[in-house]
């Protein structure tokens, strides 16, 4: 299954690495250009430190969790 990535920033050692939430991909945005400009756009990172964004991607992807079970 391909995943649609939701990252969330600031898990590298200097804090620019983003982890997938979903599969747990750990990359550097540099290594990945086009799925950051996607994630981007599509509201799918989120920072580490800003606790409303990242309540909002644990919800959904809960939600998304629930919906691929349902299916």
Known sequence: MICNHFFVDGFGGMGDALVCKLCGLDKYPESMPLAVIIAT???????????????????????????????
Do not use: C, Y
């Not at 580490?48 to 691929?68: D, F, G, V």
């Open 41 to 71: 756009l599509q509201g799918r990172i989120i920072r580490e430190n800003n606790s409303e964004w990242l309540k909002h991607a644990n919800e959904a992807i809960a939600a998304r969790k629930r919906a691929q079970e349902t299916s």
